[in-house]
Structure formats: C-alpha cells, structure tokens
C-alpha cells in the first residue's frame, strides 16, 4: 500500500523524528511512503477559534493535497480528529462534502492504522524501560482509541506498561485555549502530570506531540522527570 | 395584586408561539448514539419522534431478577446495600414479633401507624402509644413529629433499584414516611416488582382515573454528602428504614 | 419591583475579566484545588460500580437521550397536554415569559396565602431568578432546607456546584457557620453538623405556610410533577405546608411515565454514583379527598426565560435535554481548577458554559466557550448525550461570525491565507524555527503567557519537509 505522510505544522516545525519514525515503521512493514510537500496546516487553530471560513479554506487546500491518497496517515490524534471528524462537518452542505468524507475515510492516526487496518501490534521493536501511556483526549473521544496504543505497546519487548491515576484528564494543552487561560492550561498540565509521574515510570508515551509539549513543558519548568516519548519513536526504535 | 387569568393566558399564548416558532427548523438526532438501538427511523434517516419504546430499553438497565425469588433476592441484596434493615419473617404473627422486638429495643415511645390490613394486625405487641394517621379527626403535625418511628404499608418494592414505593393514598398520606425517625415499611413479598417500569404499569393499574397526589420511591433511608461528600445518613426523612417483608417463596 | 435584584447590566467584558481574574486566583489555591479532587474522589467510584450494573449502559444513554429528545422536539403539543393533565389534577399552572414574571408570581402567590414562613427545597429555577432576593426584599423570611443549600445560605454564597452546593466548605468552617448562626458547639463530624442542621429545620417544616420546591421532570400523561433528592427535605417540603409552589423550566416535560423508568436511575447513577437517588417523587396536585394530608393548593410556575431562544437552537437545542445530573461538572477538569465561583453563572461547569450564553447573551459569555480544551470529558459523561463541548466549538463559531475580535480576525485571516500557499507556509515555519530563539529571549505577549509556567524546547536543526527531502536523496 502507498502511504500518505500527514505531517501536522508543528511536527515539521519541532519534533521532525516523530514524523520520520513513522515512516520507518511503515516501510519495514513493507508499504511505500510518500509525502506529499504542499501539506500545510489542518485548519485546527482556526476552527477551535470559531474561524470556520479561515478553516474551511485550510481544509479545501488539504483535501486537494491529499486527493487520491490510498491511506493518509498522522502521527497526532488530534490533528487526524479534525480531518476524520471536523472536515465532514465543516464542509457539510459544500461541493466539497463528499471530498471530505472520502478523506475522512482515509484518514487514519498512527496507532490506529496499524492495529486497525493493518491487524498489526507487534512491530518487533524492543525498548527496555517502565512507560507509562498519556491519552491524548482527541484520540482518546473523537476517534475512541484506548486499546489500540496499549496493545501495540504490550507487544513491544521488555517495555513495562503501567497505569496513572488520572487516566482519563487532559493536559490541558488545547492549542490556543494553552495561552488564552495560561492559568487554567497549567493547573490542568500539573494534575496530569503529576499524576503520569507518580507511576515512577522512565518516559510518558503519548500519540500527539501537542501534548507533549504540554506535559515536557511543565515538567521541564519543574524540573522534574520523566520526558515523554511519541509512540512511533519507540516502535520504530529511533528513541534514544 | 393578583396577576389575573388573562394575564397568563397572554404569557402563556406568547411563550406556546415562540415555542412553535423555534420548533418549525428539526433538531438532528441525538449525538453519538450507540446505534445499536431499534428505535425507528424517518425518511431522513432520523429518528422518529415517536419514542424508543420501553420495551426495549428494560435490557439494558440494572437487572431486576426473573423470577419471583429472584426477584426478591435481588431486592432484599440492594435494599441491604442502601442501609436499610430487611426483616424477613414467614407471616403476620411473626412480623408482630419482629416490630414489638425492635420496639423494646429501640426504647420507641410514640408510634405513628395508618389504617391498613398489613399494619393494624402488627400493632397489638407494640408497647409504646400509638397515633393513627389520617381517619377522620385528621392529625396534628407535632404529634407526629414528636414520633419516634412511623409504621406504614407500600404499594411495592422494586427489586432492580431496591425501592419502596409509597403513596398518599395508601400508605397513611405524605408526612407518615417522611416525618417520624425512623421509617417501618411491612410489605408481602408478592408486593415486590422486578423493575420502575413494572412499578409504573402497577400503578397505571391500580390507579388509572384518579392518581395518588403523592407516589414516592424511596430508596434507603434519608442521606446527605453535602459535608466533604461524606455520606451521613438521616438528613432530614428517617436515619433509619426497617423493612419487614412477609412470606416465603420456598413454602409456596 | 425590590431594588436588591440584579438590573443593569454590568460593563461590557466584566465577566470575562471577572472569570480571568477568579481563575487565576483559584488556580494558586492548590490546597482547595486538592480538597475538590479529594471530596470527588469517592464518585468516580460509586459511578463505576453503579454503572456496571447496568447491563449497557451505552444503550441505556441512547434510551435517555431519545426519551428527552423526542420531548424537547414535541414541546409544542407536550406542554398543553402537560398543563390540561396536571390542571385536571387539581393543580394551577402559571406560566411566566422571564424572571421578573416569574418573581412577580410567586410573591403574588405568597401574598395570597398570607404567608409567614416559607421553606424552601433545592431549586436551581429559583436560583436562575434570584428567588430568594426577591422574597427577603418583601419581607418573607425564607429557609433553605437542603443542607448544602441552608449552608451556602448562612455563608451569603450561590451554590458552587449545582448538585453539590458546599462541596467546596471544610468542615470546620462549617462547624464555625453554626456556631455562629445556631450558636452550636464547634465539632469536626460530618454526621453531628448534619444533626444540627436537622434538629434546626424540623420546626421550620411543622412552621412554614408555604413550601417552594424544584421540579425535575414534568410528566405530560399524567400531569404528575417529579421531584428528585436525597434528604427528603423536598418531601417535607411538600407534605406539611398549605401551599406548594413548583418552579420549572418548560424543557422539564417528558412525554410518559414510563420515560422515568430510564430517567431516574441514569439521574442518579451519572450524577452521584447511586443506584437511584434516596426520594423520587411524584405530584399530582394538591391532598386529595381521603389522604391524610398535603397542601391545599398546588401551583407550578412554568418558566420559559430564554429556553425558547435555545430551543430556536436547533444545533444546540439538545441543550434543553440536560437533566441537570452534574455529572459533566464531576468530570470537568476546568471546573476542578478553576472552581464553581469562577463561572459566575447560575449553572456552572461544561453545561453552564453552554448554556449561559444563550439565556445572557453571547458577547458577554462567550469566553466560557473558550475556556475549555474541548477534551470532551462532558460529553462522555453525559447521560442524555448533550453534544457538550462540540457546542463550545459552536458558541466560539457564532461569536467569530456576530462579534469577532478584531486583531484576531486579521490573525486568522493572514494565517488562513499563508496555510493555502505551501511555499509561504514553510517559509514562514523556518522563520519561526530560526527566530524561536531570539522570540523567547522577548517573549512576545502570545509566547509569555506560555513560557510564564513552562519551558519550550529549542528548535530543531532542520525541519521534517527538509530531513524528508534528505532522505529520500
Ligand atoms: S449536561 Fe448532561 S452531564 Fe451535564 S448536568 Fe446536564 S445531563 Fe448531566
């Protein structure tokens, strides 16, 4: 299968290896990748604001970028929830309806892609630590993966899957909801990260990088371990 | 001044047509439906304004228990997980026994009881005085206030919820289960239903035409988490709920 | 009318700067914050257990939600079939357009009565309308009875949750509220302050001329109004004064009997983690010939104060479906940071936050919307599946288009123009990269807010288009 990179901005911008972990594990398991270079934004930081035309326009560009993909893939549940989701909805009534709902049907995040599409959890990646899994809240209610990471990380040799006790809080990033209440953004990343950090585990997993910031941000400012890790990074086993 | 009659029908006529102005645009479906449901659809692929029956929700709520002693198995475990106290004794007599013993040794005083088959014949070993409620005479709100327990009958127990189901017509009014420290319900077992929705059929049956003006579930006795979200029991209704069931399934 | 109720509008972005300044505040409370998480812990317990009884309760949300979805969408023929039932059992409707009409009834009713005392059971209607306000400026000495309200009462407080109203008070400032106001001995037990309580109240009840409950449901078959609570206080409430009041918004209408055999114990389940909640009871008018007793009138005030305007909503209108569990407020972690005060609304928490704009207006409310990460905890939680927090994404939409910011429009803007010109758009992402450096040592005001309490790492070397484009050579 010929595989679509969907490469969200700040993963471009900030943590290039997410992105090319993801390619690695795709080819080894024996699919062409490709990306596609006039990919931008998925209209996310408009739509969140209330700015739907601003949106629809970023998400017309993207579906004209990713016509006739065979699969795209993400390494953000996030950004994936906006095309699988929010295109639909956002383009509802539009000559660009049916695009949309074709690409949403195409669309699919990382983890999810393996297990559900490729009936694949174990890549034969090894990584000798305790980790623990941060879900991501678009992966976790608008695209209902729960399962799916867990089970590729169970499969993953002599890695320790342990629980927090907030499994179900967000970070508290929100993408513009992070600077317009700070306050409010950092008490939740506190909660969550507290809590990921009790379970006294080597590295937070997550499978949105946006998080990630979130939570490496405020651990860093605390000067506190652990880091987080993208799951792609482990599984292609590029994790330093 | 009094707001006249012409007056509410004028808000009433206003709010009843921005109501039929704000209802002419149809709503979508419910969000994220499990949509494993049955209920019927519409031309549009809505669901129809007709309503999911019953019927097919009863599987999906708590169960109930199938058969009789289930039933009441079910019941008796939920009514103990409230808080309640179950009594089960095999009739009348011994149901006697039961309330005279729990009088004794809970130094009641005052008894606050209505008229009704199940109750009266308990009430000849109670050692304390006894106020009736309702009768003609009526009955002074201290009185029962100053009560120490209020003994009443029900019209069922839901087993799926471990309820009593009361009302103001045959269970002595709406202060008797309410007022008094603490509440003595006596029921027959037969009185117990597997679920509310048979408790609602009960009721239509019972009292289609002219309605209790109270019916009440009460589900253990009166609590409160107010504090802390510290559970407290008796916040106000009764601390306390004794419930004597009468009758056995097995000797049947 | 009295003059102690709310009328002029407060200035334009108060409540913002109200919600902005009280959150920040309360976020530095971690003690408190701790306390909310702490009290809530035993919740998330009793709901699971509770909800596993259930033998699926996916289904069972799609039974609730239809059930109050197909009565919301039926307003137009419930509510007159509601009114004739519930008049045919002896009961009088009132209906009332707003809160002022609302108020006006009530002390026109209590006028009537020749009221003394009135007691009064947990109803968040009347909390809508400043009730209360209203009858202590007429001179009507009024009591909550509900132990969590009677104490947000004696503090001079709202309710900070709208199921829970003191869950935020400790004990022992509880303790110091009675000895205060009952001039009882201090204590630190949960269960002797309720006595307290209790013991205080119980001549009030024999007292009062008047009782005014809530309602939680309307029920249009047999014209009976249901009443849910724990303490049975409502009971009380409604047993021993002469004249009932209810006050109900004209959402509260189901269609059957048999809707509240799905109704009551989802209530209870996803608000509180109990099987059912302790009283769910059912009115059908004042005594009846042969009870024993009960009030010798029954009136419901039936409120519409810009319910219709939601109901106009036909995206949101599943709004009006919330069976005010609190539910989405447990599970909120905005509502456990920032708190129930914070809000500054009636109904706090996700719902509020949906809502409020629509009942007071959406310029002043609408940055309830936008505090929110849209985690969708709510919407899960929900058990009439209320489409929560896609309704904040709807809110931030309808305030860009009827009243948008200016700067941020233009942002938006520029940012729309530059995501649809990939050549501008990686230029523009190595601009960022290469100047994140010298943007952190100025920390523009966007940048600040985020390096205040957290680090941003260094930017890498070379972005993915450029390390892609490498590896493929
Ligand atoms: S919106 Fe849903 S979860 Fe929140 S209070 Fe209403 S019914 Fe409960």
Same mark, same amino acid.
């Given at each position: 299968m010929?595989?679509?990179l969907f490469?969200?901005?700040?993963?471009?911008q900030m943590?290039?290896?997410?992105?090319?972990?993801?390619?690695?594990v795709?080819?080894r398991?024996?699919?062409?990748?490709?990306?596609?270079p006039?990919?931008?934004?998925?209209?996310?930081?408009s739509?969140?604001?209330?700015?739907q035309?601003e949106?629809?326009a970023?998400?017309i560009?993207?579906?004209?970028?990713?016509?006739?993909?065979?699969a795209?893939?993400?390494?953000?549940?996030?950004?994936?929830?906006?095309?699988?989701?929010?295109y639909?909805?956002?383009?509802?009534?539009?000559?660009?309806?049916?695009?949309?709902?074709?690409?949403a049907?195409?669309?699919?995040e990382?983890?999810?892609?393996?297990?559900?599409?490729?009936?694949?959890?174990?890549?034969?990646?090894?990584?000798?630590?305790?980790?623990?899994?941060?879900?991501?809240?678009h992966?976790?209610?608008?695209?209902?993966l729960?399962?799916?990471?867990?089970?590729?990380?169970?499969?993953?040799?002599?890695?320790?899957?342990?629980?927090?006790d907030?499994p179900e809080?967000?970070?508290?990033?929100?993408?513009?909801?992070?600077?317009?209440?700070?306050?409010?953004?950092?008490?939740?990343?506190?909660?969550?990260?507290?809590?990921?950090a009790r379970?006294?585990c080597?590295?937070?997993?997550?499978?949105d990088?946006?998080?990630?910031?979130?939570?490496d941000?405020?651990?860093s400012?605390?000067?506190?371990?652990?880091?987080?890790?993208?799951?792609?990074?482990?599984?292609?086993g590029?994790?330093s | 001044?009094i707001?006249?009659?012409?007056e509410?029908a004028?808000?009433?006529?206003?709010i009843?047509?921005?109501?039929?102005?704000?209802?002419?645009?149809?709503a979508?479906?419910?969000?994220?439906l499990a949509?494993r449901?049955?209920?019927?659809?519409?031309?549009?692929?809505h669901?129809?304004?007709?309503?999911?029956?019953?019927?097919a929700?009863?599987?999906?709520?708590p169960d109930?228990?199938?058969t009789?002693a289930?039933s009441?198995a079910?019941?008796?475990?939920?009514?103990?997980?409230l808080r309640?106290?179950?009594?089960?004794?095999?009739?009348?007599?011994?149901?006697a026994d039961?309330?005279?013993?729990?009088?004794r040794?809970?130094?009641?005083?005052?008894?606050?009881?209505?008229?009704?088959?199940?109750v009266?014949?308990?009430l000849?070993?109670?050692?304390?005085?006894?106020?009736r409620?309702?009768?003609d005479a009526?009955?002074?709100?201290?009185?029962?206030?100053?009560?120490d327990?209020?003994?009443?009958?029900?019209?069922?127990?839901v087993?799926?919820?471990?309820?009593?189901?009361v009302?103001?017509?045959?269970?002595?009014?709406?202060a008797?289960?309410?007022?008094?420290?603490?509440?003595?319900v006596?029921?027959?077992?037969?009185?117990?239903?597997?679920?509310?929705?048979?408790?609602?059929?009960?009721?239509?049956?019972?009292?289609?035409?002219?309605l209790?003006?109270?019916?009440s579930f009460i589900?253990?006795?009166?609590r409160?988490?107010?504090?802390?979200?510290?559970?407290?029991?008796?916040?106000?209704?009764?601390?306390?709920?004794l419930v004597?069931?009468?009758?056995?399934?097995?000797?049947? | 009318?009295?003059?102690?109720?709310?009328?002029?509008?407060?200035?334009a972005?108060?409540?913002?700067r109200q919600?902005?300044h009280?959150?920040?505040?309360?976020?530095?409370?971690v003690?408190?914050r701790?306390?909310?998480?702490r009290?809530?812990g035993?919740?998330?317990?009793?709901?699971d257990?509770?909800k596993?009884?259930?033998?699926?309760?996916?289904?069972?949300?799609d039974?609730?939600?239809?059930a109050?979805?197909?009565?919301?969408?039926?307003?137009?023929?419930?509510?007159?079939r509601?009114?004739?039932a519930?008049t045919?059992?002896?009961?009088?409707?009132?209906w009332a357009?707003d809160?002022?009409?609302?108020?006006?009834?009530?002390l026109?009713?209590l006028?009537t009565?020749k009221?003394?005392a009135?007691?009064?059971?947990?109803?968040?209607?009347?909390?809508?309308?400043?009730?209360?306000?209203?009858?202590?400026?007429?001179?009507?000495?009024?009591?909550?009875?509900d132990?969590?309200?009677?104490?947000?009462?004696?503090r001079?407080?709202?309710p900070?949750?709208f199921?829970?109203?003191?869950?935020h008070?400790?004990?022992?400032e509880i303790s110091?509220?009675?000895g205060?106001?009952l001039?009882?001995?201090?204590?630190?037990?949960?269960?002797?302050?309720?006595?307290?309580?209790?013991?205080?109240?119980?001549?009030?009840?024999?007292?009062?001329?008047?009782?005014?409950?809530?309602?939680?449901?309307?029920?249009a078959?047999t014209?009976?109004?249901?009443?849910t609570?724990?303490?049975?206080?409502?009971?009380l409430?409604?047993a021993?004064?002469r004249?009932?009041i209810?006050?109900?918004?004209i959402?509260?209408?189901?269609?059957?009997?048999?809707?509240?055999?799905?109704?009551?114990?989802m209530?209870a389940?996803?608000?509180?983690?109990?099987?059912?909640?302790?009283?769910?009871?059912?009115?059908?008018?004042?005594?009846?010939?042969?009870? $024993?007793?009960g #009030?010798?009138?029954m009136?419901?005030?039936?409120?519409?104060?810009s319910? /219709?305007?939601? %109901? !106009?909503? +036909?995206?949101?209108?599943?709004?009006?479906?919330?069976?005010?569990?609190?539910?989405?407020?447990?599970?909120?972690p905005?509502?456990?940071?920032v708190?129930?005060?914070?809000?500054?609304?009636t109904?706090?928490?996700p719902?509020g936050?949906?809502?409020?704009p629509?009942?007071?207006?959406l310029?002043?409310?609408?940055?309830?919307?936008?505090?929110?990460?849209l985690?969708?905890?709510?919407?899960?939680?929900c058990?009439?599946?209320?489409?929560?927090?896609?309704h904040?994404?709807h809110?931030?939409r309808?305030a860009?288009r009827?009243s948008?910011?200016?700067?941020?429009?233009?942002?938006?803007?520029?940012?729309?123009a530059? $995501?649809?010109? #990939?050549w501008?758009?990686a230029?523009?992402?190595?601009?960022?990269?290469? /100047?994140?450096? %010298? !943007?952190? +040592?100025?920390?523009p005001?966007?940048?600040s807010?985020w390096l205040?309490?957290?680090?941003?790492p260094?930017?890498?070397?070379?972005s993915?288009?450029?390390?892609w484009k490498?590896?493929?050579?």
């Amino acid at each position: 299968m010929t595989i679509s990179l969907f490469i969200p901005c700040f993963v471009d911008q900030m943590t290039p290896q997410v992105g090319l972990a993801v390619a690695t594990v795709l080819e080894r398991l024996g699919h062409t990748v490709e990306f596609r270079p006039a990919q931008t934004c998925c209209g996310q930081p408009s739509f969140n604001a209330g700015y739907q035309d601003e949106a629809r326009a970023v998400a017309i560009h993207a579906l004209e970028v990713f016509a006739g993909a065979e699969a795209v893939v993400g390494p953000s549940g996030s950004c994936v929830a906006m095309m699988r989701v929010f295109y639909p909805e956002l383009l509802a009534g539009t000559p660009h309806e049916t695009a949309a709902l074709d690409l949403a049907a195409r669309t699919f995040e990382f983890g999810e892609f393996l297990v559900r599409k490729l009936g694949v959890t174990d890549v034969g990646a090894r990584f000798p630590h305790r980790v623990t899994y941060h879900d991501g809240c678009h992966g976790l209610r608008e695209l209902r993966l729960r399962e799916e990471p867990r089970q590729l990380l169970r499969a993953v040799r002599d890695l320790e899957l342990v629980e927090c006790d907030e499994p179900e809080s967000c970070c508290g990033f929100g993408g513009l909801f992070s600077v317009k209440f700070p306050m409010v953004s950092t008490a939740m990343a506190e909660v969550k990260a507290g809590s990921l950090a009790r379970t006294d585990c080597d590295y937070i997993v997550s499978s949105d990088p946006s998080c990630q910031l979130q939570l490496d941000g405020w651990l860093s400012r605390q000067g506190k371990r652990p880091r987080t890790i993208h799951l792609a990074e482990i599984l292609a086993g590029t994790a330093s | 001044m009094i707001r006249t009659a012409a007056e509410n029908a004028t808000a009433r006529a206003a709010i009843m047509a921005r109501v039929g102005e704000a209802l002419r645009i149809p709503a979508p479906p419910p969000h994220g439906l499990a949509g494993r449901s049955t209920s019927p659809v519409d031309a549009a692929g809505h669901p129809s304004l007709a309503i999911l029956p019953l019927e097919a929700a009863r599987p999906w709520l708590p169960d109930g228990g199938a058969t009789p002693a289930e039933s009441l198995a079910v019941c008796c475990e939920n009514l103990t997980k409230l808080r309640a106290e179950v009594f089960q004794v095999p009739d009348l007599a011994a149901a006697a026994d039961c309330l005279a013993a729990q009088a004794r040794q809970r130094d009641w005083r005052r008894v606050a009881w209505h008229a009704h088959p199940l109750v009266e014949p308990l009430l000849a070993g109670v050692p304390c005085v006894s106020h009736r409620i309702g009768g003609d005479a009526g009955f002074d709100k201290d009185t029962l206030e100053a009560c120490d327990a209020g003994l009443s009958a029900c019209e069922c127990l839901v087993a799926q919820t471990g309820s009593i189901l009361v009302s103001s017509q045959t269970c002595g009014g709406r202060a008797l289960s309410i007022l008094p420290h603490v509440h003595v319900v006596v029921a027959t077992i037969e009185q117990v239903v597997p679920t509310l929705a048979d408790a609602f059929d009960l009721t239509r049956e019972r009292h289609s035409g002219s309605l209790p003006s109270m019916l009440s579930f009460i589900t253990g006795p009166s609590r409160t988490g107010d504090i802390e979200r510290i559970l407290v029991l008796g916040a106000h209704g009764p601390k306390e709920l004794l419930v004597i069931l009468v009758g056995s399934h097995a000797a049947q | 009318m009295t003059a102690a109720l709310p009328s002029s509008p407060p200035a334009a972005g108060a409540a913002k700067r109200q919600f902005l300044h009280d959150a920040a505040e309360h976020v530095r409370d971690v003690g408190h914050r701790e306390f909310v998480r702490r009290a809530l812990g035993g919740y998330y317990t009793s709901r699971d257990t509770q909800k596993a009884r259930y033998r699926d309760w996916e289904q069972a949300r799609d039974a609730a939600s239809m059930a109050k979805w197909s009565a919301v969408n039926r307003l137009d023929e419930l509510l007159p079939r509601f009114e004739a039932a519930f008049t045919a059992n002896g009961g009088q409707v009132h209906w009332a357009r707003d809160a002022e009409e609302a108020r006006r009834i009530v002390l026109e009713l209590l006028a009537t009565a020749k009221a003394k005392a009135v007691i009064k059971s947990k109803c968040m209607t009347s909390e809508e309308i400043h009730l209360n306000q209203a009858l202590e400026a007429d001179g009507y000495g009024v009591v909550e009875s509900d132990l969590g309200e009677f104490i947000q009462q004696l503090r001079g407080e709202p309710p900070y949750h709208f199921v829970f109203p003191c869950m935020h008070v400790r004990r022992d400032e509880i303790s110091d509220l009675f000895g205060q106001h009952l001039g009882t001995p201090p204590t630190d037990s949960p269960e002797e302050l309720t006595m307290i309580a209790r013991r205080h109240m119980r001549r009030l009840y024999v007292d009062a001329d008047v009782g005014i409950t809530g309602a939680n449901f309307l029920v249009a078959e047999t014209g009976q109004i249901s009443i849910t609570e724990n303490e049975g206080n409502a009971r009380l409430t409604a047993a021993l004064p002469r004249m009932h009041i209810a006050i109900a918004g004209i959402e509260k209408v189901v269609e059957r009997l048999d809707d509240l055999a799905v109704l009551l114990p989802m209530l209870a389940t996803a608000g509180a983690g109990q099987p059912m909640t302790c009283y769910n009871t059912l009115y059908a008018g004042p005594r009846r010939e042969g009870e $024993a007793d009960g #009030p010798e009138e029954m009136h419901l005030v039936l409120l519409d104060n810009s319910r /219709t305007a939601l %109901l !106009a909503d +036909a995206e949101q209108r599943d709004a009006l479906h919330c069976i005010r569990c609190g539910a989405c407020l447990n599970v909120c972690p905005i509502f456990k940071n920032v708190g129930g005060f914070t809000y500054g609304t009636t109904y706090q928490g996700p719902i509020g936050s949906v809502i409020t704009p629509h009942l007071r207006g959406l310029k002043e409310w609408n940055h309830l919307s936008g505090a929110s990460s849209l985690c969708g905890a709510c919407t899960d939680a929900c058990p009439v599946r209320i489409d929560i927090h896609h309704h904040l994404l709807h809110n931030r939409r309808n305030a860009a288009r009827s009243s948008p910011d200016r700067l941020e429009r233009i942002g938006q803007k520029l940012f729309a123009a530059v $995501a649809r010109r #990939p050549w501008l758009f990686a230029t523009g992402g190595w601009l960022f990269r290469k /100047t994140l450096g %010298l !943007a952190k +040592a100025i920390r523009p005001p966007v940048l600040s807010a985020w390096l205040a309490t957290r680090d941003l790492p260094p930017a890498p070397a070379q972005s993915f288009r450029a390390a892609w484009k490498r590896r493929q050579r």
